[in-house]
């Protein structure tokens, strides 16, 4: 079983402050994607990465993929009450056909 | 035009009624998935379609069935529903399996 585990589950910052949250298996992912989910909607597409090593930068949203593709980190800069909600990361393994997402960390950002 | 529509939205039912959600999907995508999402907010994947064929079948019970009229519906059939099953269910779709993923709304499900 591959299992993704976030950190931490739980984030409460006052806006402005930085933040990182992170995704870890013990499994390597051919992809992992990082989604924000708000509530009473399905998750949106934040970023995918592919590549070991790989980072993204979304405007204030910086993601890192491990160089063993067995990880990832969300970075968010001066965060703001927008980036409240949900982020949930998810990793495919083609070789048996397995997908599967953590578990998240509910980020709220207090103006 | 919604990319992933499902419906109901909300659905109440008695333990043992047989249900349907359906889901469309005006992506043209190849793959189709289902979701569930406990009180916890935890998103476990159920089953997913690639051009109408199961890819992966979760240990979910067979009371729950995937059935694909076509490449852009996936919809979930219940039997005899019970109370673990309320929760919200997501459908979703990509053009490739594993690839970026468009949720739609989610139906909550509550069996009483």
């Known amino acids: 079983t591959q299992l993704l585990e976030q950190s931490p589950q739980f984030l409460s910052i006052q806006e402005g402050e930085n933040l990182t949250v992170y995704c870890n298996s013990s499994?390597?992912?051919?992809?992992l994607q990082w989604y924000r989910q708000e509530p009473g909607e399905g998750p949106v597409l934040l970023v995918t990465?592919?590549?070991?090593?790989e980072v993204k930068k979304l405007k204030r949203l910086t993601f890192q993929f491990g160089d063993a593709r067995k990880d990832s980190s969300l970075h968010i800069t001066a965060a703001q009450p927008g980036d409240t909600g949900l982020y949930l990361c998810a990793g495919a393994a083609r070789n048996n056909n397995d997908m599967r997402f953590g578990a998240g960390t509910r980020l709220t950002v207090k103006p | 035009d919604t990319a992933v529509s499902q419906t109901p939205k909300y659905l109440v039912t008695q333990m043992g009624n047989d249900k349907s959600i359906k889901c469309e999907q005006n992506l043209g995508h190849d793959t189709m998935y289902w979701y569930k999402q406990d009180s916890k907010k935890f998103l476990k994947i159920m089953f997913s379609y690639n051009n109408k064929e199961l890819i992966i079948n979760e240990t979910v019970p067979n009371r729950f069935s995937p059935k694909s009229p076509d490449k852009a519906h996936l919809n979930l059939h219940i039997n005899s529903l019970e109370l673990g099953d309320s929760a919200v269910y997501f459908c979703?779709?990509?053009?490739?399996?594993?690839?970026?993923?468009?949720f739609g709304p989610g139906t909550r499900l509550t069996v009483l």
């Open positions: 990465v592919v590549t070991g090593g």
């Open positions: 499994s390597v992912f051919s992809s």
């Open positions: 979703a779709s990509s053009d490739k399996w594993g690839g970026e993923q468009f």
